[in-house]
């Protein structure tokens, strides 16, 4: 049992390694880009909090993810402006 929390948290500092890296590799990235990396961000957060919630041992790595993806969800990317209709 022990060694199962050993590598949850292991794969959960990892996930979170790789959260940190896309929003480096997103903000050199060309505009395009940047949406699918931060995109496949959100899923690596939200995919550690759905796995490891229930684990106690890995709270702390769920909490920062929690607050990883409400930091995400306030800073959006510019939106177009709509198209002027005739």
Known sequence: AARE???DLSRAAATLAAA???VTQAA???EAEQAQLL?????LLE???EIY???PHAAEAVTEART???AQAEV???QPPPESQP
């Open 47 to 49: 995919g550690l909090v």
């Open 20 to 22: 940190r890296a896309l």
């Open 39 to 43: 995109a496949r961000r959100r899923e």
């Open 5 to 7: 929390r050993e590598e």
């Open 68 to 70: 990883l993806l409400a």
């Open 53 to 55: 919630a229930a684990r």
């Open 76 to 78: 959006r990317p510019p």
């Open 28 to 30: 050199a990235a060309p």
